[in-house]
Every structure is written in structure tokens, then in C-alpha cells.
């Protein structure tokens, strides 16, 4: 393992904290552990504190180079960890709007077609056209 050249295992949501062993790896030159849910200090290792902070973003209780360090010397964060549960309470509000206005899209867009038909010759020929043209094409 230690002439491993990239590891990408971002997205796990797995939590613990960086094992010093990957810290050995020296010819490592890809590396994303990204939104997995890491805690704690960085290895100071060669190579891991060279990557870029994108490749750990998602792991609030992270710190040490790259990442900006807002952590005091016992490794416990300075201020508290936001807590992200409210994005996705907020976008509830809008769902709850499109479900409530989906069937009335239905019901407007719907009977403005059917409602019309009785009334406009033309398009009442059209429409019962167009259904026995689909007939024939389907039925053979």
C-alpha cells in the first residue's frame, strides 16, 4: 500500500479519524476524503498536508493543514460545529408548495383542453382525428 498513486473514497459516511499509517504513503499524488465524516487531527505526514482542502470537505470536526485550523491544542473546535440539519427542514417548504400546486396544474391544464371541445367545432374534429389516427397506428 504504500506505493498507492490515488484513493478516492469520499461519501462513505463513515466516521473515526485518520489513521497515521496513511501518512506513510509517499507516492500518493490523488487523495479525497471528502464528506466522510472524519474527526480530529490530520497526520502530519509528508504528503497530506500538501493536498488541496477540497479533498476533506464534509468533515466539520476535521482539522489541521490544509484545512483552516479553528481548533485550540487539546483538539476540541474554538466555536461550535454548525449544525446542518436546517437545509434540509427548509427545503420541505418548497416541495410542500409543488405538491400542493401539481394537481391543480393538472385540473386548470386539463379541463382548458376537454372544456373547450364542446364549444370549437374545429378543434373537437381535430382532437377525435388525431385519437382514431393513434387507434389505427397502434391497433394495426
Not at 499524488?29 to 500538501?50: D, E, V
Request: hydrophobic share 40%.
Amino acid at each position: 500500500m504504500t506505493s498507492l498513486e490515488s484513493l478516492d473514497i469520499s461519501m462513505n459516511r463513515i466516521s473515526g479519524v485518520i489513521s497515521q499509517g496513511l501518512a506513510t504513503i509517499s507516492f500518493l499524488s490523488h487523495l479525497n476524503l471528502s464528506y466522510y465524516n472524519l474527526s480530529g487531527k490530520i497526520p502530519s505526514g509528508t504528503q497530506l498536508r500538501g493536498f488541496s482542502p477540497f479533498g476533506f470537505i464534509g468533515n466539520p470536526e476535521l482539522c489541521g493543514a490544509p484545512l483552516n485550523d479553528d481548533y485550540g491544542e487539546d483538539g476540541k473546535p474554538k466555536s461550535p460545529i454548525p449544525d446542518n440539519d436546517d437545509t434540509e427542514d427548509s427545503g420541505w417548504i418548497y416541495m410542500k408548495w409543488f405538491y400542493l400546486g401539481m394537481p391543480w396544474g393538472f385540473v386548470v391544464g386539463f379541463w382548458a383542453i376537454l372544456a373547450a371541445l364542446p364549444f370549437n367545432r374545429a378543434w373537437r374534429h381535430a382532437y377525435f382525428q388525431f385519437l382514431d389516427e393513434m387507434k389505427h397506428k397502434i391497433l394495426g
